[in-house]
């Protein structure tokens, strides 16, 4: 089934401890999109500026990315971040941060998208993502991601998003900022009692956790050596779980878990490099590949 | 087959954000032995001091832990810990430390401990760990823990014992300080290539990874909101673990994995109360019991 997803397209400038790169390419729904394109169609809504090169919705394109909700605002330049992570590279630092197009962003749907029964809202104001949701009124599975910036000033646009979505994926700083609760068990089942089904919480290099009324269980991260840039790895894993809940058309509690697998491997190859550029290299047997390997590390 | 573990006998006093206890029954051995006689013989070696209590030598007993190598230190005190855990209750910081009797711990073993063919060097001195492996020359499973304090003050020892001992468990914070590596993957293969057969990295509510020439996996904690006093969750971690080994006999890679799990669920326990007051609740079949349950979470 189709997937829709609305969010940012950036450029990024990304400092690790060993590496500098500028100006690639980036943003929420770039990293989520081009994961869930591995398993299900994407229509992709975003905005960004009169800089934006061609080449880039062409890439979305070759991976069958339908970019008809890409609008380009006049006179404005694309959502720019620039980061730096910290010798763990699982801590980072924002060092500037211009919304530019992404600023005014008033995602207006194509009336083909709004019948999308797969929906994900990656991260937005919270006002926005309720804007989407009405618009998709019918939408069969309504996930969201959220952040820091939005708990601290937007939170009761947030708990009126919670209310009406059926999923919420977070990282674990954010879980225990919304709950005020150090414990992630605990952090991740108060999230879910303040409306969504199911809860996502994401840790890094230290898997993700999963929380509904009747289960709660944890996966770990997929071990890698190998961590170039960690940048879209929340967004990736993402667009891994949407896109194979998409692709099997259902989220009954073994289609999650499975989902949650997947985002994992979707997360582990993008922070293999920089921007989409280790993605750009796979295939779905790639991923595939990996996850009777992961299987196999869990599997006594 | 019998397990020998050689290591500290405490009392501890612990803070936690929302409770103290004092004086209460801690050290590396004491939570490695009662998590470990749940799957085998436990054969205990340490040293007391004159104020050691008759009921804990019992306790022990009570649980098979033959306590003749624990000795009883003429005019001293029993080694005591004073630590302080933070808000995440996975960060901690020690208050205050008495070595007392522990500190001029020789142990000596009785003739029928040093045929011993399962051996666990818990926490202390490279140098005495050293001299323990040489009074049992013919074990075949040989692993040891090890600390931050050992690896900055005693370096020179650990790298003779990395090369004479079959496995290494130590923190995440100890193997990125031995190895210089904040990558976990890449430090656990460095401490292996400095001698060990296998190295298993414990990250705490994070899980534990483990290290092999031809494998490398990691497992998630068991999750739990209940976490109470997370002091001795590594120790009871290496009890769960090697008792599992040494129940089976053998150390092949399927055994092993599944005795991380073991020591994982060992630890699960033992977070969920003071010292060891949870662990002496539960029976053989609790720890199947959630076996099963930490096998389904991690199926997919």
Same mark, same amino acid.
């Given at each position: 089934?189709?997937?829709?997803?609305?969010?940012?397209?950036?450029?990024?400038?990304?400092?690790?401890?060993?590496?500098?790169?500028?100006?690639?390419?980036?943003?929420?729904?770039? $990293?989520?999109?081009?994961?869930?394109?591995?398993?299900?169609?994407?229509?992709?809504?975003?905005?960004?500026?009169?800089?934006?090169? %061609?080449?880039?919705?062409?890439?979305?394109?070759?991976?069958?990315?339908?970019?008809?909700? @890409?609008?380009?605002?006049?006179?404005?330049?694309?959502?720019?971040?620039?980061?730096?992570?910290? %010798?763990?590279?699982?801590?980072?630092?924002?060092?500037?941060?211009? @919304?530019?197009?992404?600023?005014?962003?008033?995602?207006?749907?194509?009336?083909?998208?709004?019948?999308?029964?797969?929906?994900?809202?990656?991260?937005?104001?919270?006002?926005?993502?309720?804007?989407?949701?009405?618009?998709?009124?019918?939408?069969?599975?309504?996930?969201?991601?959220?952040?820091?910036?939005?708990?601290?000033?937007?939170?009761?646009?947030?708990?009126?998003?919670?209310?009406?979505?059926?999923?919420?994926?977070?990282?674990?700083?954010?879980?225990?900022?919304?709950?005020?609760?150090?414990?992630?068990?605990?952090?991740?089942?108060?999230?879910?009692?303040?409306?969504?089904?199911?809860?996502?919480?994401?840790?890094?290099?230290?898997?993700?956790?999963?929380?509904?009324?009747?289960?709660?269980?944890?996966?770990?991260?997929?071990?890698?050596?190998?961590?170039? %840039?960690?940048?879209?790895?929340?967004?990736?894993?993402?667009?891994?779980?949407?896109?194979?809940?998409?692709?099997?058309?259902?989220?009954?509690?073994?289609?999650?878990?499975?989902?949650?697998? $997947?985002?994992?491997?979707?997360?582990?190859?993008?922070?293999?490099?920089?921007?989409? %550029?280790?993605?750009?290299?796979?295939?779905?047997?790639?991923?595939?590949?990996?996850?009777?390997?992961?299987?196999?590390? @869990?599997?006594?």
């Amino acid at each position: 089934m189709p997937l829709l997803v609305v969010g940012s397209v950036a450029f990024d400038s990304v400092q690790t401890p060993t590496e500098t790169r500028e100006d690639i390419l980036g943003g929420s729904a770039s $990293y989520f999109s081009y994961a869930a394109s591995y398993f299900t169609p994407v229509r992709l809504v975003s905005v960004v500026g009169e800089d934006w090169p %061609d080449e880039y919705t062409k890439l979305f394109e070759s991976r069958g990315i339908d970019t008809s909700g @890409l609008q380009v605002l006049p006179g404005a330049k694309t959502f720019r971040w620039t980061g730096r992570y910290f %010798d763990n590279m699982n801590d980072r630092e924002t060092l500037d941060l211009q @919304l530019n197009a992404f600023e005014t962003f008033d995602p207006v749907l194509p009336e083909e998208f709004k019948r999308c029964q797969f929906l994900f809202l990656a991260n937005g104001h919270p006002t926005i993502q309720l804007n989407v949701l009405e618009q998709c009124a019918g939408a069969t599975l309504r996930v969201a991601d959220t952040m820091d910036f939005y708990i601290r000033t937007a939170r009761e646009e947030l708990m009126t998003l919670l209310g009406r979505i059926d999923g919420l994926v977070l990282n674990d700083s954010e879980a225990k900022l919304l709950t005020g609760d150090e414990n992630l068990v605990r952090a991740g089942h108060k999230v879910r009692e303040m409306g969504p089904r199911f809860v996502v919480i994401k840790k890094g290099e230290h898997g993700a956790m999963f929380f509904s009324k009747h289960e709660t269980y944890v996966m770990p991260a997929y071990p890698t050596e190998n961590v170039v %840039d960690p940048t879209g790895a929340g967004d990736s894993f993402g667009g891994g779980m949407m896109g194979y809940l998409a692709e099997q058309g259902n989220f009954e509690p073994q289609t999650l878990k499975k989902a949650l697998a $997947y985002g994992t491997l979707a997360a582990s190859f993008t922070v293999e490099a920089f921007s989409l %550029d280790r993605l750009k290299q796979i295939e779905r047997e790639d991923i595939d590949r990996r996850m009777e390997e992961y299987r196999r590390m @869990l599997s006594f």
